[in-house]
T-cell receptor, first 116, second 113 residues
């Protein structure tokens, strides 16, 4: 099956710093990728849709300037949490739709962000 | 707005028992429904995908049914094993654009040896 690689798996940073999370489709091309956020014991909430070669589409309530998304190639999307604060601490997961007739979404392994 | 609910939120069973996980959604105009497994601190693994025109899908010990008209899906796991312990999430794809999924809150499953 399709593989989505996400790095880093865990980040601990000081308040005010920026953190970049990478999401790569390893054996397929993804013109679209999705970024989710998950708080402890809660479900996934879609933050934004990353579109290769164009601007990302953000869900209502998600700050565009806070969560910068870049989809520069067909295999890489990045999420940068700018000027991180403790309330940004969360589990971030990316996903990409598989190629061909399959409509399954394949997920990265997630990034646990802890802002001190 | 689509809302997805999973009941129960948590489930504990002895090894060997069958598991029944429920998922309900408010908007029946879905394209498909997908069941995922999530281990603690990890990403999601897709288990089964049911298209809106299908009634069920099976993979090994897993069987998922879909009743679109009533807005319900059920995931059955036969002869549960300790390795089945995880959180199970259902998600529905609604609307005509992209692959946006709406997730349920998940069911945390513990299978005791």
């Amino acid at each position: 099956g399709a593989v989505v690689s996400q790095h880093p798996s865990r980040v601990i940073c000081k308040s005010g710093t920026s953190v970049k999370i990478e999401c790569r489709s390893l054996d397929f091309q993804a013109t679209t990728m999705f970024w989710y956020r998950q708080f402890p014991k809660q479900s996934l909430m879609l933050m934004a849709t990353s579109n290769e070669g164009s601007k990302a589409t953000y869900e209502q309530g998600v700050e565009k300037d806070k969560f910068l998304i870049n989809h520069a190639s067909l295999t890489l999307s990045t999420l940068t949490v700018t000027s991180a604060h403790p309330e940004d601490s969360s589990f971030y997961i990316c996903s990409a739709p598989g190629s061909g007739a399959s409509e399954k979404l394949f997920f990265g392994s997630g990034t646990q962000l802890s802002v001190l | 707005k689509q809302e997805v609910t999973q009941i129960p939120a948590a489930l504990s069973v002895p090894e060997g028992e069958n598991l029944v996980l429920n998922c309900s959604f408010t908007d029946s105009a879905i394209y498909n429904l997908q069941w995922f497994r999530q281990d603690p601190g990890k990403g999601l693994t897709s288990l089964l995908l049911i298209q809106s025109s299908q009634r069920e899908q099976t993979s090994g010990r897993l069987n998922a049914s879909l009743d679109k008209s009533s807005g319900r899906s059920t995931l059955y796991i036969a002869a549960s094993q300790p390795g089945d312990s995880a959180t199970y999430l259902c998600a529905v794809r609604t609307g005509s654009a992209g692959n946006k999924l709406t997730f349920g809150g998940g069911t945390r499953v513990l299978v005791k040896p």
